[in-house]
């Protein structure tokens, strides 16, 4: 897709981090933006921000864990900017859990899951037949995570496993669409290279009422990037951070040669990813790779 001009983008999670600043690399190219997102506070500002653009845009409440509330979003952006031509199945968040495993709330993997896992089922099942119905060429892209997809960080093992169910969810949609010789283009995008500066790290914010529990916070104790730099630096690392601007940037690119993988990595990340291959081919014990 060389040319966003008029053409329809609806991005879940799209009022803060990543999905914001989608809005504006593609509103910037021409493109039309419907923006769904359960961050009331946020949504307003995204709005105020596009209309200072000059991007045309419509925000609607979304939750992701409703395919109903799905299906509402992608009528009213089909109703009010025409037919669709990008989904960014973008919305997700972290559960802060931390300690041992099996002394997690259950409320944490319910959350979790039902955001990252269930939202991105439930977006394909709410957009892919509308972008399939269509017959022209079209793009559904999938926000997953290194961490769960290629390696596994084992401090957050929630958001781990949420993530490498995301991925293999996504490399079997882009078989299915490969398969059936159907117009629609399956993106992977992986956030990075570096952690990201977005508000994963207080998703806490948007916690539903049924979910929460007596801990305000992140157990974890890192609500923020600027958290997890000083705990970073409590070890001797230096821990650099990657803008969302610099993410939306690198998937727009990708798009532009109809790549499934919206990547960048570091040699860092590289040889971690290659030493888990070899880990796994060779049979030896697993050793935990680290941030930074």
Same mark, same amino acid.
């Given at each position: 897709?060389?040319?966003?001009?008029?053409?329809?983008?609806?991005?879940?999670?799209?009022?803060?981090?990543?999905?914001?600043?989608?809005?504006?690399?593609?509103?910037?190219?021409?493109? $039309?933006?419907?923006?769904?997102? +359960?961050?009331?506070?946020?949504? @307003?500002?995204?709005? =105020?921000?596009?209309?200072?653009?000059?991007?045309?845009?419509?925000?609607?409440?979304?939750?992701?864990?409703?395919?109903?509330?799905?299906? @509402?979003?992608?009528?009213?952006?089909?109703?009010?900017?025409?037919?669709?031509?990008?989904?960014? /199945?973008? /919305?997700?968040?972290? /559960?802060?859990?931390?300690?041992?495993?099996?002394?997690?709330?259950?409320?944490?993997?319910?959350?979790?899951?039902?955001?990252?896992?269930?939202?991105?089922?439930?977006?394909?099942?709410? %957009?892919? #037949?509308?972008?399939?119905?269509?017959?022209?060429?079209?793009?559904? +892209?999938?926000?997953?995570?290194?961490?769960?997809?290629?390696?596994?960080?084992?401090?957050?093992?929630?958001?781990?496993?949420? $993530?490498?169910?995301?991925?293999?969810?996504?490399?079997?949609?882009?078989?299915?669409?490969?398969?059936?010789?159907?117009?629609?283009?399956?993106?992977?995008?992986?956030?990075?290279? @570096? +952690?990201?500066?977005?508000?994963? %790290?207080?998703?806490?914010?948007?916690?539903?009422?049924?979910?929460?529990?007596?801990?305000?916070?992140?157990?974890?104790?890192?609500?923020?990037?600027?958290?997890?730099?000083?705990?970073?630096?409590?070890?001797?690392?230096?821990?650099?951070?990657? @803008?969302?601007?610099?993410? =939306?940037?690198?998937?727009?690119?990708?798009?532009?040669?109809? /790549?499934?993988?919206?990547?960048?990595?570091?040699?860092?990340?590289?040889?971690?990813?290659?030493?888990? =291959?070899?880990?796994?081919?060779?049979?030896?014990? #697993?050793?935990?790779?680290?941030?930074?």
């Amino acid at each position: 897709m060389q040319d966003f001009h008029d053409k329809v983008a609806v991005i879940t999670g799209g009022a803060s981090g990543v999905g914001r600043s989608l809005a504006f690399a593609l509103g910037k190219r021409g493109a $039309k933006i419907a923006v769904g997102d +359960v961050d009331s506070k946020a949504m @307003h500002q995204v709005a =105020a921000d596009l209309a200072a653009e000059g991007i045309e845009a419509i925000l609607e409440h979304c939750d992701v864990t409703s395919v109903d509330s799905l299906n @509402h979003l992608a009528d009213v952006a089909e109703q009010k900017l025409g037919p669709l031509d990008l989904v960014f /199945a973008n /919305a997700g968040i972290g /559960a802060g859990e931390s300690g041992a495993m099996w002394d997690y709330s259950e409320k944490d993997w319910q959350w979790c899951l039902n955001v990252n896992v269930w939202g991105v089922i439930n977006s394909i099942r709410a %957009f892919m #037949p509308r972008l399939v119905a269509t017959g022209k060429e079209a793009h559904f +892209v999938v926000t997953g995570s290194g961490n769960g997809a290629f390696i596994v960080l084992p401090d957050a093992p929630i958001y781990t496993a949420s $993530k490498a169910t995301v991925h293999a969810i996504t490399e079997n949609l882009h078989y299915q669409c490969q398969a059936g010789g159907l117009p629609v283009k399956v993106s992977a995008l992986f956030p990075g290279p @570096h +952690v990201v500066d977005t508000g994963l %790290f207080n998703s806490g914010r948007v916690r539903p009422e049924d979910l929460k529990k007596d801990v305000e916070g992140n157990e974890s104790g890192i609500n923020s990037v600027d958290d997890m730099k000083r705990m970073a630096a409590e070890f001797g690392i230096e821990m650099q951070t990657t @803008h969302p601007d610099e993410v =939306a940037a690198m998937a727009v690119r990708g798009l532009e040669q109809d /790549a499934f993988w919206l990547l960048e990595t570091t040699e860092d990340t590289d040889a971690k990813i290659r030493a888990r =291959a070899e880990m796994i081919l060779n049979r030896t014990l #697993p050793v935990p790779a680290m941030v930074g």
